[in-house]
């Protein structure tokens, strides 16, 4: 029991996490956070941005789960924790990697629908390089409107 427990603490977590996203972006990276974002959408071609300090408020948050969890036996913390660690994976692979190429040496070409739809709707979204007036603040998720033909 207290394994489906931990497996379905950490599936939730890591899909939560999308909604966690969506919402910080929004109203946090787009709001009076928007000085630590704004080179994310204003490229200075710098390799490191200021943006990338939200990745180390998530992933330390993972690893005070994880690391708290297991130190004291808090099983569906440590789950949890893995569950951010997911969704923190896939962030980096698909944001920073396939649409924003950061490293260099991968091309990724999307072939499936959700991949181009996704890949779609981030683009929508960096065509405004202003803190007001963006669309789209997911990150793994995009609706079927931002569907490619």
Do not use: C
């Amino acid at each position: 029991m207290n394994l489906l427990v931990n497996l379905l603490v950490f599936i939730a977590a890591a899909l939560f996490m999308e909604v966690v996203a969506w919402a910080l972006h929004k109203y946090v990276m787009h709001g009076f956070l928007w000085v630590l974002h704004k080179d994310h959408h204003q490229t200075t071609g710098r390799k490191l941005q200021k943006n990338d300090l939200f990745a180390l408020f998530f992933s330390t948050l993972a690893f005070l789960l994880v690391y708290n969890g297991l130190l004291y036996g808090w099983s569906a913390m440590a789950a949890a924790g893995f569950g951010v660690t997911l969704y923190g994976i896939g962030y980096a692979v698909f944001h920073d990697i396939m649409v924003h190429r950061r490293i260099r040496a991968i091309h990724y070409k999307p072939r499936s629908r959700y991949m181009k739809r996704i890949v779609a709707a981030h683009h929508v979204h960096h065509k405004n390089r202003e803190k007001e007036g963006g669309t789209s603040f997911s990150f793994l998720y995009a609706p079927e409107k931002y569907g490619v033909s």
